[in-house]
Nanobody, 123 residues
Framework: VQLQASGGGLVQAGGSLKLSCAAS????????MGWFRQAPGKEREFVAV????????NYADSVKGRFTISRDDAKNTVYLQMNSLKPEDTAVYYC?????????????????WGQGTQVTVSS
């Protein structure tokens, strides 16, 4: 499985961005798809996750109510709509895929990772 993340950029606080993660290869093997982020000097942290079957979602408390994860199965693409962005949302955002169930908020659960896309929110 290959994951290609895109859509990052520079935006002012309060603005919006939509990230995309295009999957190719054995995508049918993916159990969940997630988004993580990593700010300079900090550990990679969970942002959101969506299940392949049923589409259940879950979010980190820091983004709940502002970010929405969704998927388009026809395009093998997962999205992260980010609204009301804050400077503290600045990070490199990574999409990831896991082939089995596990602690979805833990990076070690995921088997495949995209290359990351930079999101910068100015104050």
């Amino acid at each position: 499985v290959q994951l290609q993340a895109s859509g990052g950029g520079l935006v002012q606080a309060g603005g919006s961005l939509k990230l995309s993660c295009a999957a190719s290869g054995r995508t049918f093997s993916l159990y969940v798809m997630g988004w993580f982020r990593q700010a300079p000097g900090k550990e990679r942290e969970f942002v959101a996750v969506i299940a392949r079957s049923g589409g259940a979602t879950n979010y980190a408390d820091s983004v709940k109510g502002r970010f929405t994860i969704s998927r388009d199965d026809a395009k093998n693409t997962v999205y992260l709509q980010m609204n009301s962005l804050k400077p503290e949302d600045t990070a490199v955002y990574y999409c990831a895929g896991a082939v089995r169930s596990g602690y979805y908020y833990t990076a070690g659960t995921y088997d495949y990772w995209g290359q990351g896309t930079q999101v910068t929110v100015s104050s």
